[in-house]
Nanobody
């Protein structure tokens, strides 16, 4: 019943910027921690950034100072603003809604980000 739809992935040159969006449906949303993960071929999926229901954020060391996660609860949407992109940022980016005691985690289908040198 919960669906997450990502958008905003694209091909961009190194040093450029992108903003990813993840729209949620079928969830209260405002009570859930939201996160962005990424996975490159042959590599493990890794946490990029997360934001709690009260706005507390966490970032991977590799993206600190370059990426910003935010949320708009009335729109049930979480964003990832990515600046100063590097080729190493190339991956499929996934949106995650963290479950509560009453519900499980949900994942989006991913959006491709490709950074060229």
């Amino acid at each position: 019943q919960v669906q997450l739809v990502e958008s905003g992935g694209d091909l961009v040159q190194a040093g450029g910027s992108l903003r990813l969006s993840c729209a949620a449906s079928g969830s209260i949303f405002s009570i859930n921690t939201m996160g962005w993960y990424r996975q490159a071929p042959g590599k493990q999926r890794e946490l990029v950034a997360a934001i709690t229901s009260v706005g507390r954020t966490n970032y991977a060391d590799s993206v600190k100072g370059r990426f910003t996660i935010s949320r708009d609860n009335p729109k049930k949407t979480v964003y990832l603003q990515m600046n100063s992109l590097k080729p190493e940022d190339t991956a499929v980016y996934y949106c995650r809604l963290s479950g509560t005691y009453y519900s499980r985690d949900y994942w989006g289908q991913g959006t491709q980000v490709t950074v060229s040198s």
